[in-house]
T-cell receptor
Framework: SQQGEEDPQALSIQEGENATMNCSYK?????LQWYRQNSGRGLVHLIL?????REKHSGRLRVTLDTSKKSSSLLITASRAADTASYFC???????????FGKGTRLHILP | ETGVTQSPTHLIKTRGQQVTLRCSSQ?????VSWYQQALGQGPQFIFQ???????GRGNFPPRFSGLQFPNYSSELNVNALELDDSALYLC???????????FGPGTRLTVT
């Protein structure tokens, strides 16, 4: 079963604009992670935010976590063509440490 | 430091056959997880191995089995292949108790 649900399913923006994608989940989590996947290949870990954190930054990435709403957002600032990829949120369940991925957001950066 | 590698890259099998996929962990990583990713979906957790023992399993039938070797490399075996087993199979390694996983490029399995 997939716990995380990303929104939107697909997003197209102009290069240089900011991209925001959201993730909602259902259970109590230890942490939430975001991954990037290019062209159906391996996933690349982007950032991890723990359940007791509210916001985290890494370069052009900003992640927020609202455990009361069971949601997270990933903001990519000043988008580049190389950011074109699918982005997945993954939650680590507090009960059994299993990592569960959402269905992903397909981001397309237009030149 | 070498990354996670998987073999083969692509594989075509016939329904009912058996398949073995292989994964070499990133240097120093003692935990390996396997995922199945159907087209347009997120990865689904199959199972995880830590120090050669299965350490958690997702909602997959027993015909999906695995092994981890002393050098932390791993195999995923699937028996009695079904058409729905067609997917990208991803291996990820990590350090125990670290949630950050390093993924290999995947093996694309097609069952006809």
């Amino acid at each position: 079963s997939q716990q995380g649900e990303e929104d939107p399913q697909a997003l197209s923006i102009q290069e240089g604009e900011n991209a925001t994608m959201n993730c909602s989940y259902k259970t109590s989590i230890n942490n939430l992670q975001w991954y990037r996947q290019n062209s159906g290949r391996g996933l690349v870990h982007l950032i991890l935010i723990r359940s007791n954190e509210r916001e985290k930054h890494s370069g052009r990435l900003r992640v927020t976590l609202d455990t009361s709403k069971k949601s997270s957002s990933l903001l990519i600032t000043a988008s580049r063509a190389a950011d074109t990829a699918s982005y997945f949120c993954a939650t680590v369940d507090n009960r059994d440490d299993k990592i569960i991925f959402g269905k992903g957001t397909r981001l397309h950066i237009l030149p | 430091e070498t990354g996670v590698t998987q073999s083969p890259t692509h594989l075509i099998k016939t329904r009912g056959q058996q398949v073995t996929l292989r994964c070499s962990s990133q240097s120093g990583h003692n935990t390996v997880s396997w995922y199945q990713q159907a087209l347009g979906q997120g990865p689904q957790f199959i199972f995880q191995y830590y120090r050669e023992e299965e350490n958690g399993r997702g909602n997959f039938p027993p015909r999906f089995s695995g092994l981890q070797f002393p050098n932390y490399s791993s195999e995923l075996n699937v028996n009695a292949l079904e058409l729905d087993d067609s997917a990208l199979y991803l291996c990820a390694s990590s350090l125990a108790r670290s949630y950050e996983q390093y993924f290999g490029p995947g093996t694309r399995l097609t069952v006809t």
